[in-house]
């Protein structure tokens, strides 16, 4: 008797480890899970559009994740832009005078400042109305050249970032940004480029025109799936 008793309990025992390791099995971490939070779906690995598809596109803005604030979501390929202030550099720059035209639209900021990077590095004292600033410390090479929350593939964003920025993550009471600096976007119209501020008494949210010659705060953006 003793020793089907046994039997029986070993029995019990195996059944219980199979159907454990049936259950393990069948949970997948990449499929969205309501009951963890937007970011523990994200750092487990579930696909951005499928988790916009569940909590709709405005529960991930203003999110702090890969080093910054979610201000936008490509709907196509589910790709991320974060953004953030970057005190430690105060007021900076903007480098060599030079007539330029770059874009505004959002995510094209990496390409500006490499842009921006590329001609700095060129003599712009022979150009028309062209001056050197004679320095790397301008706000494209620092942000180029930033490692920075773990990561080191940041850029200055676009006005349009800088805008979805504001609307997208200021305005819900997120991020970290500074109302008393102008910062610097990467979009050039000849010899102006633009900026904007989060103070709403001072252009707040609000792109506008402003002079190479000035120095401006430094936000920078990340970009990735």
């Known amino acids: 008797m003793k020793n089907l008793f046994l039997l029986f309990l070993s029995i019990s025992l195996i059944s219980c480890n199979v159907g454990l390791s049936i259950d393990d099995e069948q949970f997948d ?3 969205f899970n309501s009951e963890v939070s937007i970011i523990e779906n994200l750092e487990n690995g579930v696909n951005v559009l499928d988790i916009v ?3 709709g596109i405005d529960a991930l803005y203003g999110l702090e994740y890969g080093g910054g604030f979610i201000f936008h979501v ?3 390929d589910g790709t991320l832009l974060v953004a953030r202030d970057y005190p430690v550099a105060g007021n900076v720059a903007w480098g060599d005078h030079f007539d330029l035209i770059t874009s505004s639209s959002i995510g094209d900021g990496l390409e500006n400042t490499q842009i921006m990077v590329n001609r700095n590095a060129e003599d712009n004292s022979m150009v028309t109305n062209g001056l050197e600033f004679g320095s790397d410390n301008y706000v494209f090479k620092i942000a180029l050249d930033l490692v ?3 990561f080191d593939d940041w850029f200055i964003p676009t ?3 800088m805008q979805a920025i504001f609307d997208n993550v200021y305005t ?3 991020g970290n940004f500074n109302q008393t600096y102008i910062y610097w976007s990467s979009t ?3 010899y102006y480029p633009y900026v904007m501020g989060f103070n709403l008494n001072s252009w707040g949210g609000e792109t506008f025109t402003g002079s190479c010659f000035d120095v401006n705060g430094v936000l920078i ?3 990735f799936r």
Do not use: N
Request: glycine share 12%; charged share 35%; aromatic share 0%.
């Open 53 to 55: 598809s569940q909590t």
């Open 221 to 223: 953006v990340r970009k």
């Open 172 to 174: 819900k009471g997120m």
């Open 159 to 161: 006005s349009d970032s």
């Open 74 to 76: 490509d709907q196509i």
């Open 29 to 31: 971490p990449t499929i």
């Open 148 to 150: 920075h929350e773990g």
């Open 188 to 190: 050039k119209e000849g």
